[in-house]
């Protein structure tokens, strides 16, 4: 079991950068892929970014591939979501989530542990 804890949201201006952290705990963080999702108001979770156990797979919605770059640091128990260039439309709730799949990260139901989210709002 992984718990997990979102931080770094805020409300910034289109254009301006942000770094999103997860902070886990529990001993299967290291086998488990990580990833981000979103929910804006009226609209269902949608993927944003997975990176596998290793940190060296990296997915990406393509709404986000150019401007968003997820990491992960197993020493710290961490994975991140560097944000740039944002835009109002990437205004939501993030989501951090654990997998023990390696595969079909970009579907929500491959995710078996959720962090509460934290709110991102981008000001045009």
């Known amino acids: 079991q992984v718990q997990l804890v979102e931080s770094g949201g805020g409300l910034v201006q289109a254009g301006d950068s942000l770094s999103l952290s997860c902070a886990a705990s529990?001993?299967?963080?290291?086998?488990?892929?990580m990833g981000w999702f979103r929910q804006a108001p009226g609209k269902e979770r949608e993927f944003v970014a997975a990176?596998?156990?290793?940190?060296?797979?990296?997915y990406y919605a393509d709404s986000v591939k150019g401007r968003f770059t997820i990491s992960r640091d197993n020493a710290k128990n961490t994975v991140y979501l560097q944000m740039n260039s944002l835009k109002p439309e990437d205004t939501a709730v993030y989501y951090c989530?654990?997998?023990?799949?390696?595969?079909?990260?970009?579907?929500?139901?491959?995710?078996?542990?959720w962090g509460q989210g934290t709110q991102v709002t981008v000001s045009s």
């Open positions: 990176v596998g156990w290793s940190g060296v797979s990296t």
């Open positions: 989530a654990a997998s023990q799949r390696p595969y079909a990260l970009y579907d929500s139901s491959s995710y078996n542990n």
């Open positions: 529990g001993r299967t963080f290291r086998s488990n892929a």
